[in-house]
């Protein structure tokens, strides 16, 4: 019973791995964003004046439900990468990264936090960036597949601080209950 693995059951343990880690990172996504609220029906972010690059609504739940896919597939490829020297600290230093990317909603949308925010979105592409090169040093198609990710950082964050120049009181902005006529 010394036998190394097949291909094939190296290619489905991976697919197992990928169809755990996909759903969990989306799902989780999508459920710190609900949570704080994010998008274009959040009325605090209907008040503000966004920059001219400002894409539609839709564009930024395809856009994430896109990139948390590869990321998720990106992080699948290294839990599956048992024995590959710098697969702890990788695991480590993208749970962290992931778990920044999940509070910037939150401290956006949620908390109004604009310039904080930002920072964050730096902090969080540091950790990303860092992410990727040890990624690249176990796999490289995991590393390939947090480029995007690193792409959607940089934009995001002009975004964010384009934001906050337009937006000087945006953390102060109190809009006004929405009213109902019966």
Do not use: D
Not at 10 to 31: E, H, N
Not at 67 to 90: D, E, K, S, V
Not at 146 to 156: G, H, Q, S
């Amino acid at each position: 019973m010394n036998q190394i693995a097949s291909k094939s059951q190296l290619r489905m343990s991976l697919l197992r791995w990928i169809l755990f880690v996909v759903p969990i990172t989306i799902a989780l996504g999508f459920m710190f964003s609900q949570f704080a609220n994010s998008g274009e029906e959040n009325r605090w972010f209907q008040a503000l004046v966004k920059p001219s690059a400002q894409p539609p609504g839709w564009a930024f739940g395809a856009a994430w439900a896109i990139l948390y896919t590869m990321m998720g597939i990106a992080f699948a490829m290294i839990l599956h990468a048992r024995g590959a020297p710098l697969r702890g600290p990788a695991i480590i230093i993208y749970l962290v990264q992931y778990a920044l990317n999940l509070f910037w909603p939150i401290l956006f949308f949620g908390m109004h936090q604009v310039a904080a925010a930002f920072w964050l979105l730096i902090i969080i592409f540091v950790f990303a960036l860092g992410t990727t090169l040890v990624f690249g040093r176990i796999r490289k198609a995991a590393a390939w597949l947090m480029v995007p990710y690193l792409a959607w950082l940089c934009f995001a964050a002009s975004l964010n601080k384009e934001i906050e120049w337009l937006n000087p009181e945006a953390e102060t902005l109190v809009v006004p209950a929405a009213r109902t006529q019966i």
